[in-house]
């Protein structure tokens, strides 16, 4: 079992910036990858970033690319989401995904595992 517990949400200005965190614990040892999604009211959940725990290669929605980093520091099994120049439609409660499973794509939500409780990021404008 892995668990996750995200961090760092809250409400700012269209432009502003804010840094997600996601803890792991448990057999963390396990993980393939690891991902950040989101879902707005009304919306259904959508993928926003992912990072291999071994490799670091990355991935992004298109919404996101060049505003958005992720990141892991595999010592303190966490990762991080970095996010710059936020607009209103990032509004949403953000998730933080492990996974256990090998793949060549963590895109996809079935993809994952297991799951934070979400973290809540309103920008207003």
């Known amino acids: 079992q892995v668990q996750l517990v995200e961090s760092g949400g809250g409400s700012v200005q269209a432009g502003g910036s804010l840094r997600l965190s996601c803890a792991a614990s448990?057999?963390?040892?396990?993980?393939?990858?690891m991902g950040w999604f989101r879902q707005a009211p009304g919306k259904e959940r959508e993928f926003v970033a992912e990072?291999?725990?071994?490799?670091?290669?990355?991935s992004y929605a298109d919404s996101v690319k060049g505003r958005f980093t992720i990141s892991t520091d595999n010592a303190k099994n966490s990762m991080y989401l970095q996010m710059n120049s936020l607009k209103p439609e990032d509004t949403a409660i953000y998730y933080c995904?492990?996974?256990?499973?090998?793949?060549?794509?963590?895109?996809?939500?079935?993809?994952?595992?297991?799951w934070g409780q979400g973290t809540q990021v309103t920008v207003s404008s």
């Open positions: 448990g057999r963390t040892f396990n993980m393939y990858a």
């Open positions: 990072i291999s725990w071994s490799s670091g290669r990355t």
């Open positions: 995904a492990a996974t256990t499973a090998y793949s060549r794509d963590y895109g996809s939500e079935y993809k994952y595992n297991y």
